[in-house]
């Protein structure tokens, strides 16, 4: 569908990962700490930004395969990250530019904002309140507050019975094919930024409404 002028839309649903905050020094110092724990090889950076995205429990048991380990440790491995991610949880990440900016323009036209990520909730929640970001969003439903994630439009629908608004008036935005798939299955408009974690592929390449290089450039 189209991309309308911004003052069309009810409200708007955010990502947090990839595509209001740069997490990736997170999942580093998280990862290999719950590796190191289960005297297991460390991962790179490249691994991680092309992994993240589907939610921690697809990331640690792709951890786990990519180094060799079994997957019956699984169990262990998400205390371990649990733990330390919720030790260091925003001290390795940043907002990137024009996010502050983007969101203020969208309350200041009157659009209600929601974050959803697939992100745990135990996770988000501390890291928009640590950024400065939490005010902004009226809900913030993590990767475990439904019973399924995206790119399955579930989330995005309860996140739109939450604001009140009909899906084709809010406008996801965020940084992979995940939300793309989650909001066209949705009938949600879509628009993507240009960095943030595609699994590995140019985001350009996702069946999206638009690709922005900053969250303010909408406003």
Sequence with gaps: MPLRPLREYAAVIVDLDGTMVDTLGDFDVALNAML?????????????ERTVGKGSEHLIRSTLAHVGSEAS?????????????????GDHSAVYAGVREGLQAFKTQGLKLACL???????????????????????????????????????????CEALGTEPSRTLVLGDS????RAARAA????VLVSYGYNHGEPVQAVDADGVIDRLDQLA
């Design 177 to 180: 094919s995940n939300d793309a």
């Design 187 to 190: 009938g949600c408009p879509v």
């Design 117 to 159: 990520t697939n992100k745990p909730t135990a996770f988000a929640l501390p890291l928009l309140e640590k950024k400065g970001l939490r005010g902004h969003f009226t809900q913030v439903f993590g990767g475990d507050a439904f019973e399924r994630k995206k790119p399955d439009p579930l989330p995005l629908l309860k996140t």
């Design 73 to 89: 440790v699984f169990g262990a491995a998400w205390a371990r990250y649990q733990h330390h991610y919720l030790r260091i949880n």
């Design 36 to 48: 190191s724990d289960l005297s297991l090889p460390a991962v790179g950076r490249a691994f991680i």
